[in-house]
């Protein structure tokens, strides 16, 4: 059980830098860095919004392992409550993006506004949506089987 976890959180670790890698090798180091400081806060915020549910979600879903439709209505129920949060803080991080990148990282860095907004609609509906299956997945073979 233990290395169906580490082989799951070792791809999707290889998943979430891919795009970085990609774009290194295809386009200029000033897009790659803009993307990179772009991708920085939504990034942040979706990541931990993870690690905090999965550290509170986990061990209440182990408890309740045995009652398999229980956890799936547990689970469903934090994508929902996760979204409520995420959603309107992308919207919000989105539209801000502008003065939010001038007040952190300087106009230095405002050819990075438009990948910051970008990854706010992908984190937002895309990514968010994906992360949380893969989460969902890693959650239901560690508890379950």
């Known amino acids: 059980?233990?290395?169906?976890?580490?082989c799951a959180s070792l791809i999707d670790t290889i998943f979430n830098n891919l795009q970085?890698?990609?774009?290194?090798?295809?386009?200029?180091?000033?897009?790659?860095?803009?993307?990179?400081?772009?991708e920085q806060f939504p990034k942040l915020i979706v990541t931990n919004l993870g690690a905090a549910m999965q550290s509170v979600l986990l061990p209440v879903m182990a408890e309740r392992q045995d009652e398999r439709l229980r956890v799936k209505s547990m689970l469903r129920k934090s994508i929902t409550l996760s979204s409520?949060?995420?959603?309107?803080?992308?919207a919000g991080m989105a539209a801000v993006a502008d003065t939010l990148i001038a007040v952190l990282l300087?106009?230095?860095?405002?050819?990075s506004v438009?990948?910051?907004?970008?990854?706010?609609a992908s984190y937002a509906f895309g990514q968010f949506i994906l992360q949380t299956y893969r989460h969902s997945m890693r959650w239901e073979r560690a508890i379950c089987f």
């Open 114 to 120: 438009i990948f910051l907004q970008l990854m706010c």
């Open 1 to 6: 059980m233990v290395g169906n976890f580490l």
């Open 84 to 90: 409520y949060i995420v959603l309107p803080m992308m």
């Open 106 to 111: 300087g106009p230095k860095w405002s050819g």
């Open 20 to 38: 970085g890698l990609v774009m290194g090798r295809v386009y200029s180091d000033d897009v790659l860095g803009n993307y990179n400081r772009g």
